[in-house]
């Protein structure tokens, strides 16, 4: 276990922060490209010893802090019988819930099986991490999941999926049941925290958020106390109620569109991951050192203190051709500065 991982998840003040970003093993690195070069992108997921080697190429390369299982969020639907598949715009679902999927004759032990693999990876990476090294796993937030299911992708407006929710009350419950239960296979693989990603949940309204998203939410970190992180894209803090805000969460992650030093002031427990713009990777390479600098300065001008629980890492993840000797000048720079 990483030290720093864990002084933030135990909110303990420390002036060196813990680093990791979503998505840093993938299409921008050499280590990840060379993979790809052999084997498709599913059989890199699906196959536990192809997965941990993925994991571990951005904690040799770039010295990462933690890992993060190698997987794709979309899984449990194709557990579900949307008949998921990849090529190389992405993924695709054969079904939809536009089309007219049911869902029928759901075993839910059955479809746990089928994301095993995700388990036998888990276990592989810690096996090949340094023991200074963390390990988290993640699922996709259910209404993310939804989302899919609903459209057969993410369309952005989120038409379909909005006007079909309440029709889709049996597949979305057993959706979030499919989902607990992958959250405990991950757990008891041995990861430290999962995840829940939910880049869908800024396109809804923030009441609509608060009615029909949240208390599903606020009830897993209650089922999984201290052991469950969250992120979302998109959203405001204005989605977010006290309740949630309060629930024994292990942390929570922003995107770049939030105030990150006044977010760790009011950050009270647990870790807070984020959150520098994963565009500005791409800069040349002296204006890049001058957007890191001004994020440092606003961040320097907090207290150890205020401080406490942050992990360092982007506003989202890495971004594919991001410039991999940009990547390793801001963790050292971090490192430096802090």
Same mark, same amino acid.
């Given at each position: ?6 002084? $933030? @998840? ?8 813990? +680093?990791?970003?979503? =998505? #840093? &093993?993938?299409?921008? %690195? /050499? ?79 059955? $479809? @746990? ?8 990876? +888990?276990?592989?990476? =810690? #096996? &090949?991490?340094?023991? %200074? /090294? ?79 998203? $949240? ?124």
């Amino acid at each position: 276990m990483n030290i720093l991982f864990q002084n $933030a @998840l135990a909110h303990k003040k420390q002036n060196t922060p813990p +680093i990791w970003f979503m =998505r #840093q &093993a993938g299409r921008y %690195h /050499k280590h990840y490209q060379a993979l790809r070069a052999k084997h498709s992108f599913e059989t890199l997921c699906r196959e536990p010893e192809l997965a941990a080697q993925v994991a571990l190429g951005p904690i040799q390369d770039f010295d990462f802090d933690v890992s993060i299982l190698f997987s794709d969020l979309l899984f449990p639907l194709d557990a579900m019988g949307l008949e998921l598949s990849y090529s190389d715009h992405g993924p695709r679902l054969e079904h939809s819930l536009a089309k007219g999927y049911k869902l029928q004759n759901f075993n839910l032990e059955k $479809a @746990l099986s089928e994301l095993n693999f995700q388990s036998e990876a +888990i276990k592989l990476t =810690r #096996q &090949a991490l340094p023991s %200074h /090294k963390s390990l988290i796993g993640f699922v996709g937030g259910f209404w993310t999941l939804y989302v899919y299911a609903a459209e057969g992708g993410h369309a952005g407006s989120l038409i379909p999926a909005k006007s079909l929710y309440q029709q889709s009350e049996f597949f979305v419950q057993n959706l979030i049941k499919l989902i607990e239960g992958n959250i405990q296979q991950q757990l008891d693989a041995g990861a430290e925290v999962v995840m829940v990603f939910d880049t869908s949940a800024g396109e809804v309204s923030s009441s609509f958020y608060k009615e029909k998203i $949240a208390p599903t939410l606020i009830k897993w970190a209650h089922q999984f106390p201290g052991r469950l992180g969250y992120y979302s894209k998109g959203t405001q803090p204005s989605f977010f109620s006290e309740d949630f805000k309060n629930a024994p969460w292990a942390g929570r992650g922003v995107d770049h569109r939030w105030d990150l030093a006044e977010t760790l002031k009011n950050n009270k427990h647990g870790f807070l991951q984020g959150n520098f713009d994963q565009a500005l990777l791409f800069q040349e390479t002296d204006e890049f050192k001058r957007s890191l600098n001004t994020y440092i300065t606003q961040l320097k001008q907090l207290t150890d203190e205020e401080r406490a629980g942050w992990v360092c890492g982007l506003g989202h993840g890495v971004l594919p051709k991001t410039p991999e000797h940009h990547v390793k000048m801001f963790i050292d720079t971090i490192r430096q500065e802090f």
